[in-house]
């Protein structure tokens, strides 16, 4: 039986006893505010889009959590013609984040971490499961989150279809309108809660999506295109004590400064028609996930297809997943997962 030594006890009282101290008070961060950055790459066809984020003033570190990205963008024919009155085309769910296939951070030139072209899966499982519904009927409309309708997400009718939310979506865009889009940069290294220091050079790069992968039509011909009118960073500046600022660069002297974070990857493996059973080995080398979120889609979608929505994660009638760590099955036994119309098990 476990006991509690005399050597390890703490006298300890309620806050409410506090009565001769003060809370401490803030004093490092002298003031935040936000610096538009603009592209050093033309804005022209599906070429990358780079931002280089100067660490040249010496006062200011950067915060990269509370940054965001904001993108004027419309839906236009391959000849830079408008749409026409009669012609409908709209947009995927969570439009902003689909833009771009990849999304490249690098610190001093070096890249933190590997690069992955499935940007927009990411961003939109996070976003699916880390926001209320409150939160995607109001703040998450400036990323152009409307949620597709339940059992026709594959609708690509977009004038008398069944699908409200591409239709929604697409009222946007009517006509060639130019929308302007505001939302945060799904890295990993936008999620961390410790400022980047002063002086250290930051280079994002975005590279473009398929327009087939982000618009959803059933119009005849494919000659529709995305084009971004113009492109800016917001960069969240911090302007830190002096005092603050000799103390790291001594400490740097003795000690690297360290950054955590929570590392996020998407892995894709294409299923042959017709397979009805499938393992995949060695998915993870070395470290291993906290979480796993697994997720079917048509793979036509996935390469690109006016007429599928790449984020319509179907059942496809999948009996049981079994998820094995050197060769033990996680939670014990593998997870039952059928569903019918009348429920699972």
Known sequence: MASLSGRNFVEAQPSQLSLFDLPPTQTAVEKLYFHEVRPI??????????FSISGQNGMEYVDLKRSFMNVKVKISKKDGSDLLSTEYVGPVNLFLQALFSQVDISLQGRTATPASNHHPYKAFIQT???YGLNAKRSQLTSQLWVKDTSGHMDD?????G?????????????ESKIVELIGPVYHDLCGLNRYILN???????FYRSNPKFCLITNELGDDYEVKIEDM???????????AVIYAHSQALQHVNAKYPFIKTDVKMMALAQGQVNFTWDNIFQGMRPNKIVIGFVNSQAVAGSLSLN????ANYDPNQITVSIDGIPAEGLPQKVYFDQGGGE
Do not use: T
Not at 162 to 174: I, P
Not at 232 to 241: E, L, N, P, Y
Not at 310 to 313: A, V
């Open 128 to 130: 699916l499961l880390g």
């Open 199 to 205: 002086q250290v050079s930051i280079v994002m790069k």
């Open 162 to 174: 069944q699908n409200s939310g591409l239709f929604e979506r697409a009222k946007y865009f009517k």
């Open 310 to 313: 790449p984020f319509n994660f």
């Open 232 to 242: 800016a960073m917001k960069i969240c500046k911090v302007q830190i004590s002096p």
């Open 156 to 160: 690509s009718n977009v004038n008398s």
């Open 41 to 50: 790459s033309q804005l022209s066809g599906l070429s990358p889009i780079e």
